[in-house]
């Protein structure tokens, strides 16, 4: 059995959609617990990547290992929660997190026991008989989270989460994501096109940039955690935030 030091590693991979590479050549690895962003233009494949990581797609070449083993092109080797929440309308709440559960074979018991014991993290105790309809962007994202993290596989793919919530709300969701991560022990891949975000988020920050795509730069953070929000005038901050300008302007 090959032994792998890190969680996760991307090796030599590349995507076609017909007779057009959409990534090229695309190698990274990601440690336990670590939080790593990427970030690029739009449309540049960065969904696509994910969908190759979580099973979803073929490359044309390349590998993905998990704890050392390919999972190439199996399902539901890591969590996967995309920019829409896509939460069941007719499910309340706290059935809609139970999902995950129940189709690991937990009794509706056993799966309500579960939720309501962790509700309270999510900022969701009171509203678990709620209905996807009566809630606001910010805790519809928060039931969609919940439930990825629900699933037993210890990789969550978050891609852009907050893309569609207004600017208070979504900072108020990065703050929370922060404060939720510390618990959770997970490992987490997530996209963003907010500079801002991955910095603040984020150990690394991965650039994905040209056509194809290709890694242009990995960037190593180095800031402390627990993170609050005057980190974004931090000296390093601030440094790695006009590096990353220029290397998508």
């Known amino acids: 059995m090959n032994i792998s030091p890190n969680k996760l590693e991307v090796k030599g991979l590349s995507k076609k959609y017909g007779e057009d590479l959409i990534l090229k050549d695309i190698s990274f690895s990601v440690r336990e617990n670590e939080f790593v962003s990427i970030i690029g233009p739009s449309g540049c494949g960065k969904s696509t990547l994910f969908n190759v990581i979580a099973g979803l797609e073929v490359p044309v070449s390349g590998e993905v290992l998990l704890d050392g083993s390919s999972i190439l092109g199996v399902t539901g080797k890591v969590g996967y929660m995309h920019q829409k929440d896509l939460l069941l309308p007719w499910r309340t709440v706290w059935r809609n997190v139970a999902l995950p559960l129940e189709i ?105 940039g040209g056509t194809p795509a290709e890694i242009i730069e990995i960037e190593e953070m180095s800031l402390e955690r627990p993170r609050g929000r005057e980190m974004v005038l931090s000296s390093r901050f601030l440094q790695v935030k006009k590096q990353l300008i220029r290397l998508l302007g």
């Open 104 to 208: 690991q074979g937990k009794t509706k018991k056993a799966a309500r026991e579960k939720v309501m014991e962790m509700l309270p993290a999510f900022g969701l105790k009171g509203h678990e008989n709620k209905y996807p309809a009566q809630l606001s962007g910010g805790m519809r994202q928060r039931t969609s989270f919940m439930r990825a993290s629900m699933l037993p596989n210890d990789i969550m793919l978050l891609d852009e989460p907050f893309g569609s919530l207004d600017a208070i709300t979504k900072t108020k969701m990065q703050d929370y994501l922060l404060r939720v991560l510390e618990g959770l022990n997970k490992t987490i891949l997530f996209i963003t096109h907010d500079i801002d975000e991955a910095l603040f988020l984020s150990d690394r920050v991965i650039v994905l």
